[in-house]
């Protein structure tokens, strides 16, 4: 029953500790707990101690007036000290991390008091008083000289541990978060390729497209023909970038005009676009669906809710060492525009994930009236890595 409620007692603890630890620091200790009793790390305990007291032995025999048990005393206790200091430093580095210079000046001090205290005992066990050896000057030399030179040694030893694992800490934390990050830009590379795959082959968007198709074709044949031309280059355009992880300025515009040209024939004279591209411009590279998102948002948002209608104009021009493109419509504004939404967010999430504070999406208010979104962007784009410093 005792034994029982000790385990519970351990197993709430450990799991308390292991709470309280980063995920690196998790696994060491995972590791070193599976090693030491899955693998009978255990043993090696045994091995240093008997080596510990063939050791012992060996200094008694020589001639520094120390017997067998004091030697054994003091070099289990220096051993197994050290040991447990090693394995302290190992698992807690991150406690010492801005304190070297603290530790490295209290350790030789409490290495002195440590000494003065074994003294103490040692005149004890031999039958002496314990403030005896102080009347030895020179005894009382050589114990402040070697523990303060322990210490030091000890100390820097310690701190050397501490600051390679510190620095193996950093490496491995710097590792993993580029790891989620990647992860990360992954997952949004997939959403917005889903999302792209459902604003492109929504069932609605096709039957509505194809049933302006066949009111057309009811009264005037040519141009039911160009509207299901622009479908089919809309369609064209799409597909490709849909299975690839970037794409260029000039495919993504064939799509937005594609994807244009097919809301006038639905909206009628509500709406009218313009699309500018710098030529120099026409190879540059981005992620797909960012472009399309944008002039997306300004038809349902913008264009649509507004009886009148606007017009929509998409431009790309760059300006020194960066690339700005445009989504610019003059419909509803911002009064009707609702908060951030899932387009939106996964634009600027992407932006993060691919360049940090090196790209942005701005939002705001045109003139004279309507919305504006516009990316900044820099002129080399990553588009499948992240690269945030």
């Not at 190992?90 to 000046?105: A, E, Q």
């Not at 403030?131 to 000289?145: A, Y």
């Not at 990050?181 to 497209?209: G, K, V, W, Y």
């Not at 005009?257 to 540059?284: H, K, N, Q, T």
Request: charged letters at 20%.
């Amino acid at each position: 029953m005792h034994i029982a409620a000790l385990r519970l007692h351990y197993r709430t603890f450990s799991q308390r500790v292991l709470s309280s630890l980063s995920e690196i620091e998790r696994r060491d200790v995972q590791a070193f707990d599976r090693w030491f009793y899955s693998n009978r790390g255990w043993l090696w305990l045994v091995v240093i101690a008997g080596v510990n007291f063939a050791v012992a032995g060996a200094a008694s025999a020589l001639p520094w007036n120390m017997s067998f048990l004091e030697a054994a005393v003091l070099i289990n206790v220096i051993v197994f000290l050290l040991l447990w200091s090693v394995l302290a430093v190992w698992f807690g580095y991150r406690k010492f991390h801005g304190k070297v210079l603290r530790y490295m000046l209290l350790t030789p001090l409490l290495a002195l008091v440590g000494a003065c205290v074994g003294a103490g005992i040692g005149a004890i066990i031999k039958g002496l008083n314990p403030l005896e050896w102080l009347i030895d000057k020179p005894q009382v030399r050589h114990i402040v000289i070697a523990s303060l030179v322990f210490g030091f040694l000890y100390s820097l030893f310690t701190a050397i541990i501490a600051h390679l694992r510190n620095r193996e800490y950093a490496a491995l934390a710097t590792k993993l978060e580029l790891e989620r990050r990647e992860s990360d830009l992954s997952c949004q590379l997939a959403r917005s390729r889903l999302r792209m795959l459902q604003l492109q082959i929504e069932p609605h968007f096709l039957f509505n497209t194809l049933g302006s198709a066949q009111q057309l074709a009811a009264h005037r044949a040519p141009e039911a023909a160009r509207l299901i031309g622009d479908l089919i280059c809309f369609l064209r355009a799409a597909t490709p970038s849909m299975r690839e992880e970037s794409t260029t300025l000039s495919q993504e515009a064939a799509l937005v005009e594609a994807y244009l040209a097919i809301m006038r024939v639905r909206l009628g004279p509500r709406l009218a676009f313009s699309v500018a591209i710098a030529r120099e411009l026409d190879s540059f590279r981005l992620p797909p669906g960012m472009l399309i998102t944008l002039v997306e948002n300004a038809i349902k948002h913008g264009i649509e809710p507004h009886a009148p209608g606007g017009e929509i104009r998409v431009s790309a021009a760059r300006k020194g060492g960066r690339v700005v493109i445009t989504v610019a419509d003059t419909g509803a504004g911002l009064s009707s525009t609702p908060g951030p939404g899932i387009g939106l967010a996964n634009i600027r999430e992407r932006l993060r994930l691919l360049c940090g504070d090196r790209a942005e999406l701005y939002l705001g208010e045109n003139e004279p009236r309507g919305f504006i979104a516009r990316l900044d962007l820099p002129a080399a784009m990553p588009v499948t890595v992240c690269c945030d410093d």
